[in-house]
């Protein structure tokens, strides 16, 4: 009886994870990364996370979760709220639409698939900001924020959320 007990608070914490590191990257996000050049040029490791969760284990990362931490990502670095919520909902929409292509493939496939994500949120986030705000933003930090965003995916899918996913695929 209590090893059922555990076996099913186990699954149930498991379930959890990508949840919480979705959490930890909003708040690795939010802690400024001082450039020369650039005032906050935090990598959207939150964008990486979804994608790869939309992909992998799309029933681990609803909607309803994804637009909270994009609601609380805008509130912690002082975005107008809803704007990452905007923009990752429709990353997790995409990402879990075309699962199926781009799950069995190779990593090279995987990355393209998020090559252009990244891409298209950063145009989009661009453009709500600037519709939001009235005024044109800077494109030089969407540029960099992208550029890191390709930069930080192979190692952090493949040391980091792909062996956790696997454990998390392990435990079903």
């Known amino acids: ?17 990508p949840g919480f590191l979705l959490l930890l990257f909003v708040f690795m996000g939010a802690a400024p990364l001082r450039l020369p050049w650039i005032e906050n040029a935090a990598p959207p490791l939150v964008i990486i996370g979804v994608y790869y969760w939309a992909i992998f284990q799309p029933d681990l990362m609803p909607g309803w979760g994804v637009f909270l931490i994009g609601l609380l990502q805008d509130l912690l670095i002082g975005l107008p709220p809803g704007l990452s919520s905007a923009v990752l909902v429709l990353i997790r ?9 781009v799950a ?69």
């Open 93 to 101: 929409w995409i990402a879990c639409s075309h699962r199926r292509f």
């Open 104 to 172: 069995g493939q190779s990593f090279l496939v995987l990355w393209t698939g998020f090559v252009i994500m990244a891409l298209l949120a950063a145009v989009l986030e661009w453009a709500l900001f600037c519709l939001l705000e009235w005024r044109l933003a800077a494109l030089l930090p969407v540029a960099l924020r992208f550029l890191m965003a390709i930069m930080v995916f192979p190692p952090l899918v493949l040391w980091g959320l792909h062996p956790i996913g696997r454990v998390l695929s392990a435990g079903e």
């Open 1 to 17: 009886m209590m090893t059922d007990f555990r076996q099913r608070a186990g699954v149930g914490l498991k379930s959890l994870l």
